[in-house]
């Protein structure tokens, strides 16, 4: 009998709901894509019966349900933050109280309860486990490795805000731990929020800026916010930070150290911002580095497994495996506290006995990250026939050569295909596809389509035979969780960037794939295996027979705000709402020139085509 378990993360940020079945994820995905509220805490009940019907199963038949922390650890911690910081905190303790006195405290009753109302069938027990044991399981126990070091780094989750396991069999052992308030985490989300830019989603945003800059603040930020020791372990210097004791990060302390005022959200970036971003980024690499070398020493192992919310920082993640501590990397997909539910439940099914059976198969257990949702093509033509939406259906092949020779035109192609990706990045199911060779598509798409800020770089997609020959990687990266440098042979010998500073940077192509080409000439890479994306391969493939360049700009499906689309109808909205020209959707193509007049509803959802 298949032993089904439930894993859940809830009430903080990015919700999710994820199911094992003897110890090998079926099914997984944020309540975000259902509830279209970027990064939902609630109750993940949509995610969590999207998992049930994907595996043809109700409660009654799961055997247990984990839940991805400890509240009464949290509890503790967050009582212990008001203590401390009393009488200053006073009027968040205040506001906090009720919820923490009832609910939150009680965690595990309120997902029981949650639960009930999904019905049918008897709530199976809820396990809680502690949050940085979640994350080191998502990291270890679905990846490719008998046996690693893991490295878990976060902003907080009950009382760790980083940790070090050695995982061997089906066994995770905590070696190291630093506790709340001392947080890398925090310390990059406090430039984050002090940049302008939003806590727990604006992080990437910092990241993509820092490349800009110059790390003037660097040695600063080391002599005033951060002692870091030999070993990686460091403190923070409480005093110049305001999370301990209101609603912002940051206060005074830092517009004394950093010259001024925070930006606020849609002002424009200066030199300050820029700079700012390449300190605190480079401070960042120089802990993980440390870190890592830790984990290398107190475990002896040479394979490195990653989780936590900053290993979704890529950048990081590269200057790890090009520094040769490891002789390989491998990050979760859903890094964050998304697969924190993905990691409980895979936690709760080692402890009864589950195998790592994706082990003999040499490869990992996250099935390309593809655990969400998915739609044929009879229910993609049934909505399209049903609004009367023009397209063709020209058969696998055709639809391959048919979008390879749009986006050989320069043409903006939406890639709707089989089920949707488990995490932040859009790995060729959920995609917006772009011609890399085109120096105007990087503006294109950030001002037509995304609807986003012009600082912000895009990722390439590419073969990963082919890899090699574009991107200076390493190692394998089918997750998009890695930056590498442009191959020597793809560069612009003279790129002209003297005297150039900031979004000038922007306006000068350095390789033979600007679209993809970030200022310091990097690339957050995905390589594409025909074994786990044969459709998207086949694409690629194609692309390459076409134009000699086996690469393309891979971003979300969504605009900016929003996240990303999950099904045929929100995939056609986007279409519609944005310069999408061409949308492949399953085994349907639709042209953008002969679609008709969209109506824009009060709820864009439910817009539909005018007849």
């Known amino acids: 009998m298949t032993d089904l378990i439930l894993g859940v993360s809830a009430f903080y940020h990015d919700s999710a709901a994820a199911l094992v079945a003897d110890g090998v994820p079926v099914a997984a995905a944020q309540e975000e894509r259902f509830s279209r509220r970027r990064h939902d805490p609630s109750f993940p009940a949509q995610a969590i019966r999207y998992c049930l019907g994907e595996a043809g199963a109700g409660l009654g038949d799961i055997s247990t349900v984990a839940y991805y922390e400890d509240p009464v650890r949290k509890f503790r911690r967050v009582m212990a933050t008001f203590m401390s910081t009393a009488p200053r905190g006073y009027q968040v303790f205040r506001d906090r109280l009720p919820e923490w006195s009832t609910w939150r405290l009680r965690a595990a009753d309120t997902v029981r309860e949650q639960l009930e109302r999904i019905g049918p069938g008897p709530v199976p027990e809820v396990e809680c486990q502690e949050h940085h044991e979640s994350h080191a399981a998502s990291a270890f126990l679905p990846g490719p490795y008998e046996s690693a070091a893991v490295l878990s780094v976060d902003g907080v989750g009950d009382w760790a805000t980083t940790t070090i396991w050695h995982g061997r069999g089906t066994t995770l052992s905590k070696r190291a731990e630093i506790r709340f308030p001392h947080s890398l985490g925090l310390l990059y989300s406090a430039f984050t929020y002090f940049c302008g830019f939003k806590v727990d989603s604006g992080e990437y945003k910092l990241m993509g800026l820092a490349p800009y800059g110059t790390p003037r603040w660097a040695d600063l930020i080391r002599r005033e916010l951060i002692d870091i020791k030999p070993d990686g372990s460091f403190r923070l ?327 990303i689309v999950r099904t045929p109808r929100e995939a056609y909205a986007c279409f519609m709402r944005t310069d999408i020209d061409v949308l492949a959707l399953g085994g349907h193509l639709l042209s953008k020139e002969q679609q008709p007049e969209w109506r824009e509803a009060a709820d864009w959802r439910e817009g539909i085509p005018l007849d």
Not at 253 to 276: H, M, S, Y
Not at 490 to 515: C, E, F, I, M, W
């Open 237 to 563: 210097n409480l005093r110049h930070f305001a999370y301990l004791r209101g609603r912002t990060m940051t206060g005074p302390g830092f517009e004394k150290l950093f010259d001024g005022a925070r930006r606020l959200p849609e002002q424009p970036l200066t030199q300050r911002e820029f700079d700012l971003a390449a300190s605190v980024q480079e401070v960042v690499e120089e802990v993980l580095l440390l870190l890592a070398g830790t984990a290398r020493d107190l475990t002896g192992e040479r394979n490195l497994c990653l989780a936590g919310g900053v290993a979704l920082n890529c950048v990081s993640n590269g200057r790890i495996s090009r520094a040769g501590i490891f002789d390989s990397l491998w990050v979760q997909p859903a890094a964050g506290d998304a697969g924190g539910a993905l990691g409980a439940a895979l936690s709760a099914a080692a402890r009864r006995g589950a195998e790592r059976s994706h082990l003999a198969g040499g490869g990992d257990a996250m099935s390309g990250a593809l655990l969400g949702p998915g739609f044929d093509d009879d229910e993609i033509g049934a909505y399209l026939d049903g609004q009367a939406i023009p397209h063709s259906r020209p058969g696998r092949d055709g639809l391959v050569e048919e979008v390879a020779a749009a986006l050989a035109e320069g043409k903006v192609v939406g890639w709707f295909q089989g089920r949707m990706e488990f995490g932040p990045r859009a790995l060729g199911s959920r995609s917006i596809l772009g011609d890399p060779r085109d120096p105007r598509m990087r503006s294109t798409m950030n001002l037509k389509i995304k609807f986003r800020e012009s600082f912000r770089p895009f990722a390439p997609a590419v073969l990963a035979q082919d890899a090699g020959d574009y991107f200076d990687l390493r190692q394998d990266s089918p997750y998009m969780l890695m930056v590498a440098e442009i191959a020597d042979g793809q560069r612009v010998p003279d790129p002209g960037t003297t005297g150039l500073k900031g979004l000038d940077l922007l306006k000068v192509p350095r390789s033979t794939v600007p679209a993809v080409t970030h200022v310091d000439s990097s690339a957050r890479v995905q390589t594409v295996h025909a074994h786990s994306h044969p459709l998207f391969h086949d694409l690629l493939t194609a692309f390459r027979r076409r134009t000699g360049c086996p690469v393309l700009v891979n971003t979300s499906f969504n605009v900016r705000g929003e996240p």
